[in-house]
């Protein structure tokens, strides 16, 4: 079983920095199975980022996911107000077949 | 354009069965392999089990095996999931969602079914 870690687990921040997530997983995994989300309190979660760096259809180009091999980021560039929420990282491998990160939190400074 | 509509919020009690549905609308549910997350107040998102399309079959996490059940009504372009012998730590919100442009993750969610699982 690949087991994901997210860190660090809350980040707080200002609107207009820029951060980086990271997803580091237990053992390698193929860049096309990491995907990232986002989550907004009472939400379901939103697919971000695929194949560890292509984004989803309609997600700005302040978001951008990046990584190998067991080492994966998503970078966010210029938060918004609305970028403040729950993110996850999530793995497609054997068993289970999917597998998510526990997520970091970022909330506004 | 593709929507999960889900059915509305339910309590239980311990020891009993809970069925969530999930409406497709704007596409065909026999084309879409369907897949059932779940996450406890508070805490992270957690992967139940859905059809694989690689593997021809629904697979399920371990902990879930003999307790879940997923089906889908094609007529009725609704899927299901049933969860029985429902205890506390069963609390959650449950999704449905499933990949349209993606191979290996979900980019159509449900809204959520919150099920309260108490005395």
């Known amino acids: 079983e690949t087991v994901l870690t997210q860190s660090p687990g809350t980040l707080s921040l200002s609107p207009g920095e820029s951060v980086t997530l990271s997803c580091r997983a237990s053992q390698s995994i193929s860049s096309n199975y990491v995907a990232w989300y986002q989550q907004q309190p009472g939400q379901a979660p939103r697919l971000l980022i695929y194949?560890?760096?292509t984004r989803a259809t309609g997600v700005p180009d302040r978001f951008t996911g990046g990584g190998s091999g067991t080492d994966f980021t998503l970078t966010i560039s210029r938060l918004e107000p609305e970028d403040f929420a729950v993110y996850y990282c999530?793995?497609?491998?054997?068993?289970?077949?999917?597998?998510f990160g526990q997520g970091t939190r970022l909330e506004i400074k | 354009q593709v929507r999960l509509n889900q059915s509305g919020a339910e309590v239980k009690e311990p020891g009993a069965s809970v069925r969530v549905y999930c409406k497709v609308s704007?596409?065909?549910?026999?084309?879409?392999?369907m897949h059932w997350v779940r996450q406890a107040p508070g805490k992270g998102l957690e992967w139940m089990g859905g059809?694989?399309?690689?593997?021809?079959?629904?697979m399920f996490v371990e902990k879930f095996q003999g307790r879940v059940t997923m089906t889908e009504d094609t007529s009725a372009e609704t899927a299901y999931m049933e969860l029985r012998s429902l205890r506390s730590e069963d609390t959650a919100v449950y999704y449905c969602?499933?990949?349209?442009?993606?191979?290996?993750?979900?980019?159509?969610w449900g809204q959520g079914t919150t099920v309260t699982v108490s005395s």
């Open positions: 059809f694989v399309a690689e593997d021809g079959e629904k």
């Open positions: 999530q793995q497609y491998g054997s068993s289970p077949k999917i597998m």
């Open positions: 969602a499933t990949h349209l442009k993606t191979d290996y993750s979900l980019d159509i």
């Open positions: 194949e560890a760096a």
């Open positions: 704007g596409y065909s549910l026999i084309e879409l392999s």
